[in-house]
């Protein structure tokens, strides 16, 4: 599979999702969120001898992202079920406990990632759209009954959908500039505080920072990408 295209991608996070439902157990549970922010990105240019273009300045973009995540053991569930993992995992409750905090997804999104600045006199400024697919993982951890931390870490792969450059008043089409148009691998890790307002919704407040890895060079300089992003969203219950 040609792993360069948007549709490739999200083909893969399909199949991904398939699995993830088909395999669950009644003693597995998922939910959906939807999250809006912003991100305020820096581009890191680097050339051969590890100097780097200090002017150009973070700037803001949007970001949006829903996902799917499984809970690999919802406890609740365990006092229900008589077959041999809720058997084991009633006379094992230390696991349980620590099994139950365990978070596993997919994501879809679509980010801006912008900056400017000015090099040799001349105002330069880039401002692009990237669709992203990738995987998380973490732990959630309860303060209360209603309220919990989540820690995840994360990867994901871009691709530019639409992307400019501008130089004082010219404009350049990204799509054509190969430190842009392949695909973008990013890693990192998301904090983020949610709050259950009832057994089908629940809201969520967090921050989230990537940063890009395994990045070639083009023309003897490399060009990583470094998001932080702010958000809040909402999560569904499906079960």
Known sequence: ??????AAWTH???????????????????????????????????????GSLESLRPSSGRHLE???QK????TSKLLLKT??????????????????????????????????????S?????????????LHGGMQIPFSKKTSLEVQGKLQGQLLIDGVQ?????????QNDSQFNGLQTLAGYVVQLNHRINSYAGILLGFQ???????????NTTLAFQPNTFFVGIRLFTN
């Open 1 to 6: 599979m040609n792993l360069s295209s948007p």
């Open 12 to 50: 893969v996070v399909y199949v991904g999702i398939f699995w993830l439902v088909a395999i669950s157990s009644p003693l597995h549970a998922q939910n959906w969120s939807i999250r809006l922010g912003t991100n305020v990105s820096t581009y890191q240019f680097t050339n051969s001898v590890g």
């Open 66 to 68: 829903i996902s799917y």
């Open 71 to 74: 809970i690999l053991l919802d």
């Open 83 to 120: 077959n041999r993992s809720a058997v084991y995992f009633t006379n094992h409750s230390t696991q349980a406990k620590l099994i139950s905090m365990l978070r596993v997804g997919v994501q879809l999104s679509a980010d801006q990632f912008n900056t400017s600045g000015n090099v040799n």
């Open 122 to 134: 001349s105002q330069i400024a880039y401002q692009t759209d990237f669709f992203g697919v990738g």
């Open 166 to 174: 501008t130089i004082d008043t010219q404009f350049l089409d990204l």
């Open 209 to 219: 920072s990537m940063k890009s890895i395994g990045v070639s060079a083009v023309n």
